[in-house]
């Protein structure tokens, strides 16, 4: 058996997960993957970080070879053979190939990223989706980015469809379904520290291990 455990996190925009899950990394002293993600499977590929930046958690099925001399670095990986090289689909198996390497490796977090799907053979997995309303959501991101309601509102909505799409794609299941994952929570009933602490309690009996203090 695989001596690792894992925690892949899904999420809505806004909702707090980046936090929560660098609070639950910090308690468990354990490495949090999110756009770190980018720079492995760059490294690993030899493709520049901005192809997969690109392509991050968005469902587009057309190749990205025209880009192919500019930002190919001069590293030449195994994936350079395939027909589609830069295509999302080729990314998506690349950065796969790099989630399931660290999972091997080490306990860790995944944020995002379909790594509930990559990782569903994983026999120490556990599967959370936060969510949050829709109202606080929106104030997070507005004060994050310094910008007004009505366009966190609008960033909101878009990005929320671009996870859906490409979790659905890649998956064949349902962005958010509650079914497909251990957890379901709504981050703004308990904020971001006791959230965490909800989930620090379920992980210690889930693996039987004790709870992080």
Not at 40 to 59: N, V
Not at 69 to 96: E, V
Request: aromatic share 10%.
């Amino acid at each position: 058996m695989n001596p690792h455990f894992v925690i892949n996190i899904g999420r809505e925009f806004g909702c707090g997960a980046k936090q929560i899950g660098e609070i639950i990394a910090q308690r468990l002293g354990i490495a949090l993957y999110d756009k770190e993600l980018i720079n492995l499977a760059a490294i690993e590929s030899g493709y520049a970080p901005e192809l997969f930046e690109h392509a991050d958690e968005k469902e587009r099925k057309g190749s990205l070879s025209a880009f192919i001399g500019y930002f190919r670095t001069p590293i030449s990986g195994g994936y350079y053979g395939t027909s589609n090289p830069l295509s999302n689909d080729n990314l998506f198996k690349i950065q796969s190939d790099v989630i399931r390497r660290v999972a091997n490796e080490e306990s860790c977090i995944f944020i995002g990223r379909c790594a509930d799907y990559i990782l569903r053979d994983h026999p120490q997995a556990i599967n959370i989706f936060f969510t949050a309303d829709a109202e606080e959501r929106i104030a997070r991101i507005a004060s994050r980015n310094g910008c007004t309601k009505e366009e966190a509102a609008c960033c909101l909505k878009r990005t929320d469809a671009e996870r859906a799409r490409y979790y659905n794609y890649y998956t064949g299941g349902n962005w958010g379904d509650a079914a497909q994952y251990d957890l379901t929570i709504n981050t703004s009933r308990l904020g971001d520290e006791a959230t965490a602490e909800l989930v620090l309690t379920y992980i210690a009996q889930r693996l039987k291990t004790p709870a992080a203090r």
